[in-house]
């Protein structure tokens, strides 16, 4: 594998394979946030911040038309969603 010499047609095809991937997982996110937000009885701030976080995924889902701070902060609005939903989850199941 190292000093492999790879065409730029291969290079191409790993790029794009990769932004590929990324576009449909946040899109996957979006749908998820709007979805969990519902289903979790988060209440109505839980809901906006579901609906925000896929507001965020949406757009972060085109990461060659997005800045790389924009990027950066849609990766850490994946992790303060999945951390809210934790806590969403667990403050209700005490309850």
């Not at 065409?7 to 996957?28: I, N, R």
């Not at 060659?64 to 809210?84: E, I, K, Q, R, Y």
């Amino acid at each position: 594998m190292f000093e492999m010499q790879l065409s730029a047609e291969v290079l191409a095809l790993v790029v794009s394979s990769s932004f590929g991937a990324l576009h449909l997982a946040f899109l996957g996110f979006a749908v998820a946030a709007v979805t969990l937000s519902w289903s979790t009885r988060a209440g109505l701030i839980g809901r906006a911040v579901g609906i925000f976080a896929a507001a965020a995924f949406i757009v972060g889902s085109f990461p060659w038309l997005t800045p790389n701070w924009w990027n950066a902060l849609v990766a850490m609005s994946v992790a303060a969603w999945g951390v809210l939903l934790a806590l969403a989850t667990v403050t209700r199941a005490e309850s």
